[in-house]
C-alpha cells in the first residue's frame, strides 16, 4: 500500500514521524481490507492552511486537526472490499488526509500523550473518514473509536493517556 506523504508546514517532521505515518496508514489499510494497491495521501500543513480547507469544503472557519477528502463513496469502499479485483487501476487513491501540525502538538500536550501519537491517531482517524466511517452519532462514533484504538494498539500506539479528539465536538472530518 502506497502512502504519499508531504509537509507542507513550517515544522520539520521530528525524526522517524514520517516512517511512522506510512507504517500507521498501511496498518489501517491492511486491518480495513483494502487491496495492497490502495494509495492515500497524507499532507501535513499549519493551522492557517488547515482552517482555509476546513472553511472552504466544511462551512466552519476555524482551524482543525484532520481534515479527509475521500474519493469513493461508501459503497464503493464495499465494492473495493469485497472484490479488490474489479477496480484495477494502480495504484488505487482513495483520497487525502491533511494533518495540521501545529494543533496536533496543542492536542498532544493537552492529552498528555507524544506527539507522534497524536498524529497516528489524526492520521488512522483520517483514513477512516476516506473508508466510510464517520461520528455524527453514538453509533458510529463509538464505531469509529473502537476501530482507531484497535489499529492504533496493533500498530504498537496504544492509548498513553485521554484520547485526542474523542471528547471534542468538532473535531475535523
Keep these: 500500500m502506497a502512502v504519499i506523504l508531504s509537509n507542507r508546514s513550517t515544522a520539520s517532521l521530528p525524526r522517524g514521524l514520517a516512517a511512522?505515518?506510512?507504517?500507521?496508514?498501511?496498518?489501517?489499510?491492511a486491518a480495513e481490507g483494502m487491496p495492497s494497491w490502495a494509495?492515500?495521501?497524507?499532507?501535513?500543513?499549519?493551522?492557517?492552511?488547515?482552517?482555509?480547507?476546513?472553511r472552504d469544503y466544511r462551512g466552519k472557519d476555524a482551524a482543525t486537526d484532520v481534515l479527509s477528502?475521500?474519493?469513493?463513496?461508501?459503497?464503493?469502499?464495499?465494492?473495493?472490499?469485497?472484490?479488490?479485483?474489479?477496480?484495477?487501476?494502480?495504484?488505487?487513491?482513495?483520497?487525502?488526509?491533511?494533518?495540521?501540525?501545529?494543533?496536533?502538538?496543542?492536542?498532544a500536550e493537552e492529552y498528555g500523550h507524544s506527539l507522534g501519537r497524536e498524529v497516528a491517531f489524526l492520521c488512522v482517524h483520517g483514513?477512516?473518514?476516506?473508508?466510510?466511517?464517520?461520528?455524527?452519532?453514538?453509533?458510529?462514533?463509538?464505531?469509529?473509536?473502537?476501530?482507531?484504538?484497535?489499529?492504533?494498539?496493533?500498530?504498537?500506539?496504544?492509548?498513553?493517556?485521554q484520547d485526542s479528539c474523542s471528547e471534542s465536538p468538532d473535531a475535523g472530518g
Excluded: C
Design 127 to 161: 483514513v477512516l473518514h476516506l473508508l466510510g466511517y464517520d461520528h455524527e452519532d453514538d453509533a458510529g462514533r463509538h464505531l469509529m473509536r473502537a476501530r482507531e484504538e484497535s489499529i492504533l494498539s496493533a500498530a504498537g500506539w496504544p492509548r498513553e493517556g
Design 39 to 54: 494509495e492515500v495521501s497524507v499532507t501535513f500543513v499549519d493551522d492557517s492552511a488547515i482552517r482555509e480547507l476546513n
Design 20 to 29: 511512522g505515518v506510512r507504517d500507521v496508514a498501511r496498518k489501517a489499510l
Design 69 to 107: 477528502f475521500p474519493l469513493w463513496e461508501p459503497d464503493d469502499i464495499r465494492l473495493i472490499r469485497e472484490d479488490p479485483r474489479r477496480f484495477p487501476e494502480r495504484p488505487l487513491p482513495l483520497g487525502d488526509v491533511v494533518i495540521s501540525l501545529e494543533t496536533a502538538a496543542r492536542q
